[in-house]
């Protein structure tokens, strides 16, 4: 199994640019979830979905938008980039939507916008 | 309200000695916590997790600990290792929930 796997690995974009950042997971997991992580700091929840067709928010929503067509795939949009969504983005997988099991983490995708 | 921290945001231990790692949370219903370990350039690593039902769980060469009464987390790394550096998190979930709090984060650096 490859896990879980994010791209691009890192992006620059301008503001006002627009961008999807993509994850997808091999495990067959029906939790999915996107974080941001800013220097200094923990993982903060953007967007989750607990199984395909399903999403919801999470802490820090806006400017994001995701959607869950399949179970593996959980992309992340950002419509409009502005430089205060410079960051590092986690996606992450778990089999419970319940999360009272382990979540797998993808490497990350460190995006910078000028 | 929800929130989960950590006592300290660096530690330095020399190799060979053993490293605890506090955290301290506020949500008295959260159940289940979780311990994880980022590299540089890489996204956190499961290293344990304990349920509310247990107060200790030891795994190879790590210990979590949990004191309900106080709502504290720590976790503790027998006879360090240089591949022990990284920074370490505690999250927090409790039944039903369905995210994960996580703390900031306690960077553990190693000393030869």
């Known amino acids: 199994n490859a896990g879980v796997t994010q791209t691009p690995k890192f992006q620059v974009l301008k503001t006002g640019q627009s961008m999807t950042l993509q994850c997808a997971q091999d495990m067959n997991h029906e939790y999915m979830s996107w974080y941001r992580q800013d220097p200094g700091m923990g993982l903060r929840l953007i967007h989750y979905?607990?199984?395909?067709?399903?999403?919801d928010q999470g802490e820090v929503p806006n400017g994001y938008n995701v959607s869950r067509s399949t179970t593996e795939d959980f992309p992340l949009r950002l419509l409009s980039a502005a430089p205060s969504q410079t960051s590092v983005y986690f996606c992450?997988?778990?089999?419970?939507?319940?999360?009272?099991?382990?979540?797998?983490f993808g490497p990350g995708t460190r995006l910078l916008v000028l | 309200g929800e929130s989960v921290g950590l006592h300290l945001p660096t530690l330095s231990v020399q190799e060979g000695d053993n490293s605890i790692i506090n955290c301290a949370y506020s949500n008295s219903a959260s159940d289940y916590f979780i311990w994880y370990k980022q590299e540089s350039g890489k996204g956190p690593q499961f290293i344990i997790d304990i349920r509310s039902n247990m107060d200790k769980r030891q795994g190879q060469r790590v210990t979590v600990l949990l004191n309900k009464t106080v709502k504290h987390l720590s976790l503790q790394i027998a006879a360090t290792q240089p591949g022990d550096s990284a920074v370490y998190f505690c999250?927090?979930?409790?039944?039903?929930?369905?995210?994960?709090?996580f703390g900031q984060g306690t960077r553990l650096t190693i000393n030869p």
């Open positions: 999250a927090e979930n409790f039944q039903g929930a369905q995210k994960l709090v």
């Open positions: 979905s607990v199984g395909a067709g399903i999403t």
């Open positions: 992450a997988s778990s089999r419970n939507p319940g999360l009272q099991e382990t979540q797998y």
